[in-house]
C-alpha cells in the first residue's frame, strides 16, 4: 500500500463471522511478527514469541503456529478482532518479508 513502509507497521482489523453449523472451531494464527486473535472480546491467541540473543542483543520472532477452539451456534454473529505489528530490527536479516495468516475451520 502507498504510504505504509513495507518494515515498520502495524495493523489491526475487525470483522464479524457468522457459522452455518453449530459446534467447535478451531482458529489458527500464523505469523512472523507479535500478533493476536480476539473473539467476541477476549483474546484468545497471543503470539508475542520474541527469543533475544543474549550475545549479540538482537531479537528474532519464532515463526510458530498458535490455535484456540471456540464454541459457536449457528447463524449467530461473532467478532474477531486482529492485530499484527512487523519491525524488520526485530529480525537477525534486515528486509524479511512480513506474513500473517488466519484460519478457521
Known amino acids: 500500500m502507498a504510504g505504509i513502509n513495507k518494515d515498520n507497521f502495524s495493523l489491526m482489523f475487525e470483522a464479524f463471522i457468522k457459522v452455518t453449523s453449530t459446534g467447535r472451531y478451531l482458529f489458527k494464527l500464523e505469523?512472523?511478527?507479535m500478533s493476536e486473535l480476539h473473539f467476541?472480546?477476549?483474546?484468545?491467541?497471543d503470539k508475542n514469541n520474541i527469543s533475544i540473543n543474549l550475545k549479540t542483543g538482537l531479537t528474532n520472532f519464532r515463526k510458530e503456529k498458535e490455535s484456540s477452539a471456540q464454541f459457536m451456534i449457528a447463524n449467530q454473529m461473532y467478532k474477531i478482532k486482529v492485530r499484527?505489528?512487523?519491525?524488520?530490527?526485530y529480525f537477525w536479516e534486515e528486509n524479511v518479508n512480513a506474513f500473517l495468516k488466519i484460519f478457521w475451520s
Do not use: A
Request: charged share 20%; no cysteine; proline share 0%.
Open 31 to 33: 505469523s512472523d511478527g
Open 40 to 45: 467476541n472480546g477476549r483474546k484468545i491467541i
Open 84 to 89: 499484527y505489528s512487523h519491525s524488520y530490527h
